[in-house]
C-alpha cells in the first residue's frame, strides 16, 4: 500500500450582509414570501439593466484587506453563460479575469482546529494563500415537487463574495480550521453571518491525491452539498479513503463532481466532467469597470483588530493564557463582552476565568447567547472583585451568580438582600474557633500530630457555625495561630 | 395642410391657441391609421382609448404636452404589449415604462401605438418581423428600411407625428432616410437603454424620428439625461437642443470621408447627396476632405460584436418566467431547445449562432478581442477627423429602398445595407439622417437620406448643422401618395 499526497483546494461563496441585491434594489431577506422581494431587474424582465450596489463592492474589499490581499486599481464585471431555470438571465454577472480581490490568506490557529486534533496539529499556525476573491449575484431557490418545480427569485441578484483558495490544504483537518478561520474574520468585519447550516457561507471542495513522490497532481474531483464546517471535513475524510481504495485498487479515477450526503456520510457521483465547460466569458457592457481606489480608501478606516491580533493582545494585556485569550476572541460577542467586564477590573484573568467557567456553562445550559446574557459584563467585574475582596467566599460568590443570572440583579444588591456579607470579625471569627477547637479534639489531636489537612475539617467547622459566613481564608488564619 | 401633416412644433401652436384640441388630433391620427395603415402595416398594436384618455387629461404648455408618439415595440410601456416582432414575446406584458417612456410622459407626450420592427431589432428592411411586413409610403412593393421600419413608416405615411425607434448599427437612420423623414442617433450614453430590449448593448441607443429636424430637437429635450437606473447613461450636461437651431453655418466645416464616396453607392443616391454638399457650401459651410482609415472593418467588426452581445442579451427568452413556452417538452434541456426554436425567426437564430461562436473559448481572442481593438481604431479615426472638421457629411444608405424580398435570401447583401451607419454606433457619436432629395426608381419618386455625424455628445451642434440645411430646402415637406 502506498501513501498518497493529499492537495485540497476550497471554493467557498459567502452571502454579504448588504441591505439590497447586487444589481437593483430590491431588499435582501431571508425567509420571506417567495417571490416578494424581486423586480424587472432580478427576474430578468426584457429591457431592465443592472446598477452596481457599491456596498457590496466595499464589503469585498474590506474582507480583501482583512485577508491581505491586493486590490488592483481597476475590477470589471463579466457575463459568465449557461441555461438553469434558476438563472433570470441565463447569464450570471460575476468577474473573470479582473477580479475585485488577488492574493491574500487566511491564517489558521490552534483553536480553529478540530477539538480532538488541536493538541496535536502540527503546524497550527499555517496560512493558506487565497488565488482571489471576487463578487457576483446569486441564482434563485429551485424547489422540486411531485411533478413541477417552483423557483424563488427572492434570493436571484443577491450579492455572493467568492473565496477562492489556492490547493494549498493538505488535510481535512485544515480545511475544517481554514473555513472556521475564515468564518471568525467575516464575522469579525461584519460583512457576513458566515452561517453554513442558513446558506450564508457555502462551500465547494476540489481535492486530488498523488502519489508519494510524484510531482504532478493526481485527478480533482469536486465534491459539493455540505451544510457545516463539520461536513466539510467528514466529507473529505471520506472522499481521501474513497480515493485511497480506488487508486490501491489499480482503478483510475474520473474528473467528477460527487454530492456529500451528510446522513449517510458518503458521497456519491454528480456527474462527470468530460471537458471543462465554456462559460463564453466577455466584459458585461451593461457595466463600467470599477475602480477601487476609492473605495479601499473608504474601507480601510473600518478594517478591524482580527481575532490573530485580539487573542495576542487578550493574552499581554489581560494575562490571561494563550488557550484562554484564543477561547475569549474565537467569538466575537463574548471577546466584547470580556473587554467590557475587564475594562476596570483589578483581576482581569479572574475575569475570564469566571466567564469561561460559569458564565458560558450557564448561557449553554439555557441555550442563551452572548448577547442576551442576563449578566452585564459590569455586574460580572462587581461580582469578582466582591469575591476577590473577600467580601463573600467563592462558594457565595457561586450563588450570588446563580441568582444574577437568573434575575440580571446586580451583585450587591443580591448579597443584601441574602445577608451573605463575609464574616471578618477578628472577634467574632475566634469565638467560633475556640467552640470549634473545643468541640473536636480528635481532628485537633491528629493536626498537632502532624496531620496538616485536619484543620480543613475543623476550619468546615468554623464556617458550619458561621451559617458560611465566616471568611475562610481569616478563620483559617486564627486556627493555625491558636492550634500552633 | 392637414392635421396630420403637421409637424410637432405646428401641432402645438394649435394646441397653444386652442384651435385644436389634443383630443382632435388623436381622432384625427386614429382615422389616418385606419385609413391607410391596412397598407403600410407600420404597427403592431395600439391602445387607443388609453391614449385618448391621456389626450383628455393633456396639460398643453408642457414641453410636448398632448403629442401622440409612436413607440418601437421594444421599448417598454407599462402594461403595454412589447414583442420586439418575436413570436418568443408573444402575449408578455411590459411591467413597467422604460426611462424614455416615464421622460415622454412627463414631458406631457402620449406614447400611442407600437411600432413594427425587425425582430430584436436584427435587420435592414423590417422583414424579419414575425407579424408583418411593413411597406415604404413611398412605393409599397418596396421595403421601409429596418429595423425601426415600422417607426419610419408612420412618420412618413403621416400615421404619426413622431416616433422612438432604436439604432444599433443604423437601425434609426436607415429607415429614416428610406422613408424620407428625420431620423436621429444620439451618443452613446445621451439616453437611457433602461426599458429598451437590449440587442447589442454597447451598441444600442433610442433616439427620435420626425418630420423636422426641429421636432427631433425637441424629443431629444425630453428623453435625454443620466439616468440611475443604466450605469452606460453618462451624467453629461443636458443643453437646450433647441438653442442653437436657426443659426448660420459660418466657420463650419463638414468633413467628407473619401471612403464614402466610391463606387457602389446608387449614381442618383451619390448625386443627390453632392448636390447637398453644394448647398451647403452655399450656405457659407466649408468642405473637408478627411479619411476615415479603419470604416472599412466596420461592417466586420459590427458582426462580431453586436451578435455577440445578443447572444447573451437574448439568453432570456427561455420561456420559463414570461413569453412563449413550447407545449412539448419532457425535461429541461427540451424545453430550452423547443421554446427557443419555435420563438425565434431565422436572423435572430443565424445571429445567436455567430454570437455564440465567437465568444466559445478558443475563438474569443480571434473574433470578439479582435474586433474590439478594430473598434478602438475605429474610434480614433472619428476623433482624428474631428480634430479637423465640426461634422461629417455622407450618404445615410448605399441606396434608396429595395423591393420586399430582394435581398431576404442575400443575408450577407442585406448587411450591406448599413454600411454608412455601423461605424457611428462603433464610435458612440451621433448621426442624424434627413431628407436631400429623391431617386426616380420605375416612375416612382424615392427618398434619399444625408447623413451629418457629430462628435460626441455634440447633438446640439449636430442638428443646428441639419435644420440650416433643411430650412433651405423643401425635400422635408414632400409626402408621399399612399393609395
Ligand atoms: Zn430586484
Same mark, same amino acid.
Not at chain 1, 427576474?43 to 488592483?72: D, R, S, Y
Not at chain 1, 493536626?447 to 471568611?471: C, E, P, T, W
Not at chain 2, 382609448?49 to 387629461?57: C, E, I, P, T, V
Given at each position: 500500500?502506498?501513501?498518497?499526497?493529499?492537495?485540497?483546494?476550497?471554493?467557498?461563496?459567502?452571502?454579504?450582509?448588504?441591505?439590497?441585491?447586487?444589481?437593483?434594489?430590491?431588499?435582501?431577506?431571508?425567509?420571506?414570501?417567495?417571490?416578494?422581494?424581486?423586480?424587472?431587474?432580478?427576474?430578468?424582465?426584457?429591457?431592465?439593466?443592472?446598477?452596481?450596489?457599491?456596498?457590496?463592492?466595499?464589503?469585498?474589499?474590506?474582507?480583501?484587506?482583512?485577508?491581505?490581499?491586493?486590490?488592483?486599481?481597476?475590477?470589471?464585471?463579466?457575463?459568465?453563460?449557461?441555461?438553469?431555470?434558476?438563472?433570470?438571465?441565463?447569464?450570471?454577472?460575476?468577474?473573470?479575469?479582473?477580479?475585485?480581490?488577488?492574493?491574500?490568506?487566511?491564517? *489558521?490557529?490552534?483553536?480553529?482546529?478540530?477539538?480532538?486534533?488541536?493538541?496535536?496539529?502540527?503546524?497550527?499556525?499555517?496560512?493558506? #494563500?487565497?488565488?482571489?476573491?471576487?463578487?457576483?449575484?446569486?441564482?434563485?431557490?429551485?424547489?422540486?415537487?411531485?411533478?413541477?418545480?417552483?423557483?424563488?427569485?427572492?434570493?436571484?441578484?443577491?450579492?455572493?463574495?467568492?473565496?477562492?483558495?489556492?490547493?494549498?490544504?493538505?488535510?481535512?483537518?485544515?480545511?475544517?480550521?481554514?473555513?472556521?478561520?475564515?468564518?471568525?474574520?467575516?464575522?469579525?468585519?461584519?460583512?457576513?453571518?458566515?452561517?453554513?447550516?442558513?446558506?450564508?457561507?457555502?462551500?465547494?471542495?476540489?481535492?486530488?491525491?498523488?502519489? +508519494?513522490?510524484?510531482?504532478?497532481?493526481?485527478?480533482?474531483?469536486?465534491?459539493?452539498?455540505?451544510?457545516?464546517?463539520?461536513?466539510?471535513?467528514?466529507?473529505?475524510?471520506?472522499?481521501?479513503?474513497?480515493?485511497?481504495?480506488?487508486?490501491?485498487?489499480?482503478?483510475?479515477?474520473?474528473? +467528477?463532481?460527487?454530492?456529500?450526503?451528510?446522513?449517510?456520510?458518503?458521497?456519491?457521483?454528480?456527474?462527470?466532467?468530460?471537458?471543462?465547460?465554456?462559460?463564453?466569458?466577455?466584459?458585461?457592457?451593461?457595466?463600467?469597470?470599477?475602480?477601487?481606489?476609492?473605495?479601499?480608501?473608504?474601507?480601510?478606516?473600518?478594517?478591524?483588530?482580527?481575532?490573530?491580533?485580539?487573542?495576542?493582545?487578550?493574552?499581554?494585556?489581560?494575562?490571561?493564557?494563550?488557550?484562554?485569550?484564543?477561547?475569549?476572541?474565537?467569538?466575537?460577542?463574548?471577546?466584547?463582552?470580556?473587554?467590557?467586564?475587564?475594562?476596570?477590573?483589578?483581576?482581569?484573568?479572574?475575569?475570564?476565568?469566571?466567564? *469561561?467557567?460559569?458564565?458560558?456553562?450557564?448561557?449553554?445550559?439555557?441555550?442563551?447567547?452572548?448577547?442576551?446574557?442576563?449578566?452585564?459584563?459590569?455586574?460580572?467585574?462587581?461580582?469578582?472583585?466582591?469575591?476577590?475582596?473577600?467580601?463573600?467566599?467563592?462558594?457565595?460568590?457561586?450563588?450570588?451568580?446563580?441568582?444574577?443570572?437568573?434575575?440580571?440583579?446586580?451583585?450587591?444588591?443580591?448579597?443584601?438582600?441574602?445577608?451573605?456579607?463575609?464574616?471578618?470579625?477578628?472577634?467574632?471569627?475566634?469565638?467560633?474557633?475556640?467552640?470549634?477547637?473545643?468541640?473536636? #479534639?480528635?481532628?485537633?489531636?491528629?493536626?498537632?500530630?502532624?496531620?496538616?489537612?485536619?484543620?480543613?475539617?475543623?476550619?468546615?467547622?468554623?464556617?458550619?457555625?458561621?451559617?458560611?459566613?465566616?471568611?475562610?481564608?481569616?478563620?483559617?488564619?486564627?486556627?493555625?495561630?491558636?492550634?500552633? | 395642410?392637414?392635421?396630420?401633416?403637421?409637424?410637432?412644433?405646428?401641432?402645438?401652436?394649435?394646441?397653444?391657441?386652442?384651435?385644436?384640441? #389634443?383630443?382632435?388630433?388623436?381622432?384625427?391620427?386614429?382615422?389616418?391609421?385606419?385609413?391607410?395603415?391596412?397598407?403600410?402595416?407600420?404597427?403592431?398594436?395600439?391602445?387607443?382609448?388609453?391614449?385618448?384618455?391621456?389626450?383628455?387629461?393633456?396639460?398643453?404648455?408642457?414641453?410636448?404636452?398632448?403629442?401622440?408618439?409612436?413607440?418601437?415595440? *421594444?421599448?417598454?410601456?407599462?402594461?403595454?404589449?412589447?414583442?420586439?416582432?418575436?413570436?418568443?414575446?408573444?402575449?408578455?406584458?411590459?411591467?413597467?415604462?422604460?426611462?424614455?417612456?416615464?421622460?415622454?410622459?412627463?414631458?406631457?407626450?402620449?406614447?400611442?401605438?407600437?411600432?413594427?420592427?425587425?425582430?430584436?431589432?436584427?435587420?435592414?428592411?423590417?422583414?424579419?418581423?414575425?407579424?408583418?411586413?411593413?411597406?415604404?409610403?413611398?412605393?409599397?412593393?418596396?421595403?421601409?428600411?429596418?429595423?425601426?421600419?415600422?417607426?419610419?413608416?408612420?412618420?412618413?405615411?403621416?400615421?404619426?407625428?413622431?416616433?422612438?425607434?432604436?439604432?444599433?448599427?443604423?437601425?434609426?437612420?436607415?429607415?429614416?432616410?428610406?422613408?424620407?423623414?428625420?431620423?436621429?442617433?444620439?451618443?452613446?450614453?445621451?439616453?437611457?437603454?433602461?426599458?429598451?430590449?437590449?440587442?447589442?448593448?454597447?451598441?444600442?441607443?433610442?433616439?427620435?424620428?420626425?418630420?423636422?429636424?426641429?421636432?427631433?430637437?425637441?424629443?431629444?429635450?425630453?428623453?435625454?439625461?443620466?439616468?440611475?437606473?443604466?450605469?452606460?447613461?453618462?451624467?453629461?450636461?443636458?443643453?437646450?437642443?433647441?438653442?442653437?437651431?436657426?443659426?448660420?453655418?459660418?466657420?463650419?466645416?463638414?468633413?467628407?470621408?473619401?471612403?464614402?464616396?466610391?463606387?457602389?453607392?446608387?449614381?442618383?443616391?451619390?448625386?443627390?447627396?453632392?448636390?447637398?454638399?453644394?448647398?451647403?457650401?452655399?450656405?457659407?459651410?466649408?468642405?473637408?476632405?478627411?479619411?476615415?482609415?479603419?470604416?472599412?472593418?466596420?461592417?466586420?467588426?459590427?458582426?462580431?460584436?453586436?451578435?455577440?452581445?445578443?447572444?447573451?442579451?437574448?439568453?432570456?427568452?427561455?420561456?420559463?418566467?414570461?413569453?412563449?413556452?413550447?407545449?412539448?417538452?419532457?425535461?429541461?434541456?427540451?424545453?430550452?431547445?423547443?421554446?427557443? +426554436?419555435?420563438?425565434?425567426?431565422? +436572423?435572430?437564430?443565424?445571429?445567436?449562432?455567430?454570437?455564440?461562436?465567437?465568444?466559445?473559448?478558443?475563438?474569443?481572442?480571434?473574433?470578439?478581442?479582435?474586433?474590439?481593438?478594430?473598434?478602438?481604431?475605429?474610434?480614433?479615426?472619428?476623433?482624428?477627423?474631428?480634430?479637423?472638421?465640426?461634422?461629417?457629411?455622407?450618404?445615410?444608405?448605399?441606396?434608396?429602398?429595395?423591393?420586399?424580398?430582394?435581398?431576404?435570401?442575400?443575408?450577407?447583401?442585406?448587411?450591406?445595407?448599413?454600411?454608412?451607419?455601423?461605424?457611428?454606433?462603433?464610435?458612440?457619436?451621433?448621426?442624424?439622417?434627413?431628407?436631400?432629395?429623391?431617386?426616380?426608381?420605375?416612375?416612382?419618386?424615392?427618398?434619399?437620406?444625408?447623413?451629418?455625424?457629430?462628435?460626441?455628445?455634440?447633438?446640439?451642434?449636430?442638428?443646428?448643422?441639419?435644420?440650416?440645411?433643411?430650412?433651405?430646402?423643401?425635400?422635408?415637406?414632400?409626402?408621399?401618395?399612399?393609395?
Amino acid at each position: 500500500m502506498k501513501n498518497y499526497l493529499v492537495t485540497i483546494g476550497l471554493e467557498v461563496h459567502v452571502q454579504l450582509k448588504t441591505r439590497s441585491k447586487m444589481f437593483c434594489g430590491c431588499p435582501v431577506e431571508f425567509g420571506a414570501q417567495p417571490n416578494t422581494h424581486t423586480c424587472p431587474v432580478c427576474l430578468g424582465m426584457p429591457g431592465a439593466l443592472p446598477v452596481m450596489n457599491h456596498q457590496a463592492l466595499k464589503m469585498t474589499a474590506l474582507t480583501g484587506l482583512m485577508l491581505g490581499c491586493t486590490i488592483p486599481p481597476v475590477c470589471k464585471f463579466d457575463r459568465k453563460h449557461y441555461f438553469y431555470p434558476d438563472m433570470p438571465k441565463n447569464y450570471q454577472i460575476s468577474q473573470y479575469d479582473l477580479p475585485l480581490c488577488l492574493g491574500g490568506g487566511v491564517p *489558521l490557529h490552534q483553536l480553529a482546529f478540530p477539538k480532538d486534533v488541536q493538541k496535536t496539529v502540527a503546524n497550527p499556525d499555517k496560512v493558506i #494563500p487565497l488565488t482571489r476573491i471576487h463578487l457576483e449575484e446569486d441564482v434563485a431557490k429551485s424547489t422540486h415537487f411531485d411533478a413541477s418545480s417552483g423557483i424563488d427569485f427572492n434570493r436571484a441578484g443577491t450579492p455572493l463574495m467568492e473565496i477562492v483558495s489556492d490547493p494549498e490544504i493538505s488535510s481535512p483537518e485544515e480545511a475544517f480550521a481554514y473555513l472556521t478561520s475564515l468564518k471568525q474574520i467575516l464575522i469579525y468585519g461584519n460583512v457576513s453571518d458566515a452561517d453554513m447550516e442558513k446558506g450564508q457561507m457555502r462551500c465547494d471542495c476540489n481535492i486530488s491525491l498523488r502519489p +508519494e513522490g510524484q510531482t504532478e497532481l493526481g485527478t480533482k474531483i469536486e465534491i459539493k452539498n455540505m451544510n457545516t464546517i463539520s461536513g466539510v471535513r467528514r466529507a473529505l475524510a471520506y472522499e481521501i479513503e474513497r480515493q485511497t481504495a480506488c487508486l490501491d485498487r489499480g482503478e483510475k479515477l474520473l474528473q +467528477e463532481t460527487r454530492r456529500w450526503d451528510d446522513a449517510s456520510g458518503q458521497t456519491s457521483l454528480m456527474r462527470v466532467k468530460e471537458s471543462e465547460a465554456d462559460y463564453r466569458y466577455f466584459p458585461d457592457p451593461d457595466l463600467l469597470p470599477v475602480k477601487t481606489e476609492a473605495i479601499v480608501a473608504e474601507v480601510r478606516p473600518f478594517v478591524p483588530e482580527l481575532p490573530a491580533t485580539k487573542r495576542a493582545r487578550f493574552a499581554s494585556q489581560y494575562g490571561v493564557s494563550a488557550y484562554d485569550a484564543g477561547v475569549l476572541a474565537n467569538d466575537l460577542p463574548l471577546a466584547s463582552y470580556f473587554e467590557k467586564a475587564a475594562a476596570n477590573a483589578r483581576n482581569p484573568k479572574n475575569v475570564a476565568n469566571w466567564i *469561561l467557567n460559569e458564565l458560558l456553562s450557564s448561557l449553554s445550559n439555557t441555550e442563551t447567547g452572548i448577547e442576551a446574557c442576563p449578566i452585564s459584563p459590569e455586574h460580572l467585574d462587581e461580582l469578582v472583585n466582591v469575591i476577590d475582596e473577600g467580601k463573600i467566599s467563592g462558594k457565595q460568590g457561586k450563588e450570588v451568580f446563580a441568582e444574577m443570572f437568573a434575575t440580571g440583579k446586580a451583585p450587591g444588591v443580591i448579597i443584601e438582600e441574602k445577608g451573605l456579607k463575609q464574616e471578618s470579625d477578628l472577634g467574632a471569627i475566634e469565638a467560633l474557633c475556640d467552640q470549634a477547637i473545643a468541640a473536636n #479534639p480528635k481532628a485537633v489531636a491528629e493536626y498537632k500530630s502532624g496531620k496538616l489537612a485536619s484543620i480543613n475539617f475543623l476550619k468546615g467547622q468554623v464556617m458550619k457555625l458561621s451559617q458560611g459566613k465566616a471568611n475562610p481564608a481569616v478563620a483559617g488564619e486564627v486556627l493555625a495561630k491558636k492550634l500552633a | 395642410m392637414s392635421l396630420i401633416s403637421l409637424s410637432i412644433s405646428e401641432l402645438q401652436a394649435q394646441f397653444r391657441s386652442k384651435a385644436v384640441s #389634443p383630443v382632435e388630433a388623436l381622432e384625427a391620427l386614429e382615422a389616418r391609421i385606419q385609413a391607410v395603415d391596412g397598407e403600410i402595416a407600420g404597427y403592431l398594436n395600439r391602445d387607443y382609448a388609453a391614449a385618448l384618455k391621456a389626450a383628455q387629461n393633456a396639460d398643453v404648455n408642457l414641453p410636448l404636452g398632448g403629442v401622440p408618439i409612436a413607440i418601437k415595440d *421594444l421599448i417598454n410601456v407599462k402594461g403595454e404589449s412589447c414583442t420586439c416582432a418575436s413570436k418568443i414575446l408573444q402575449g408578455y406584458r411590459a411591467p413597467y415604462d422604460a426611462t424614455v417612456i416615464t421622460r415622454l410622459k412627463a414631458a406631457g407626450a402620449i406614447p400611442f401605438g407600437r411600432t413594427n420592427m425587425d425582430e430584436f431589432a436584427m435587420g435592414s428592411s423590417t422583414e424579419n418581423s414575425a407579424f408583418a411586413i411593413t411597406r415604404n409610403p413611398w412605393d409599397t412593393d418596396r421595403i421601409p428600411g429596418g429595423s425601426s421600419g415600422g417607426s419610419a413608416a408612420v412618420v412618413a405615411a403621416d400615421e404619426a407625428f413622431a416616433s422612438l425607434g432604436s439604432d444599433t448599427g443604423g437601425s434609426i437612420r436607415q429607415p429614416a432616410a428610406l422613408c424620407g423623414c428625420v431620423g436621429l442617433k444620439p451618443s452613446y450614453g445621451r439616453v437611457s437603454r433602461f426599458g429598451l430590449v437590449a440587442f447589442a448593448s454597447s451598441l444600442d441607443q433610442i433616439g427620435p424620428f420626425s418630420k423636422t429636424v426641429r421636432d427631433s430637437a425637441l424629443i431629444l429635450n425630453a428623453i435625454s439625461g443620466h439616468d440611475p437606473m443604466d450605469s452606460t447613461c453618462l451624467n453629461e450636461p443636458v443643453p437646450d437642443f433647441t438653442a442653437k437651431l436657426g443659426r448660420d453655418l459660418k466657420g463650419v466645416r463638414l468633413g467628407m470621408p473619401k471612403e464614402y464616396f466610391v463606387s457602389g453607392t446608387d449614381p442618383q443616391v451619390d448625386q443627390a447627396v453632392r448636390a447637398a454638399i453644394k448647398q451647403y457650401e452655399s450656405l457659407g459651410a466649408e468642405i473637408v476632405e478627411i479619411s476615415l482609415p479603419h470604416t472599412q472593418h466596420a461592417v466586420a467588426v459590427y458582426y462580431i460584436i453586436a451578435t455577440a452581445e445578443a447572444s447573451a442579451n437574448l439568453a432570456r427568452f427561455d420561456g420559463v418566467r414570461y413569453g412563449h413556452r413550447t407545449a412539448e417538452a419532457s425535461n429541461i434541456l427540451e424545453h430550452y431547445g423547443r421554446t427557443r +426554436e419555435e420563438g425565434f425567426g431565422p +436572423e435572430v437564430k443565424r445571429r445567436i449562432i455567430l454570437g455564440t461562436y465567437v465568444l466559445s473559448s478558443g475563438y474569443y481572442d480571434a473574433y470578439y478581442l479582435r474586433a474590439q481593438k478594430v473598434r478602438t481604431l475605429i474610434r480614433q479615426d472619428f476623433a482624428r477627423a474631428f480634430e479637423k472638421v465640426d461634422a461629417i457629411i455622407c450618404p445615410t444608405s448605399p441606396e434608396a429602398a429595395f423591393k420586399v424580398g430582394d435581398r431576404s435570401e442575400d443575408p450577407l447583401r442585406m448587411y450591406l445595407a448599413d454600411i454608412f451607419t455601423i461605424a457611428v454606433n462603433l464610435a458612440g457619436i451621433c448621426g442624424i439622417s434627413l431628407p436631400c432629395g429623391f431617386a426616380q426608381v420605375e416612375g416612382k419618386p424615392l427618398p434619399v437620406g444625408l447623413q451629418l455625424i457629430g462628435k460626441p455628445f455634440a447633438e446640439a451642434e449636430l442638428l443646428q448643422i441639419a435644420h440650416a440645411y433643411e430650412q433651405s430646402t423643401n425635400w422635408h415637406k414632400a409626402r408621399p401618395v399612399i393609395g
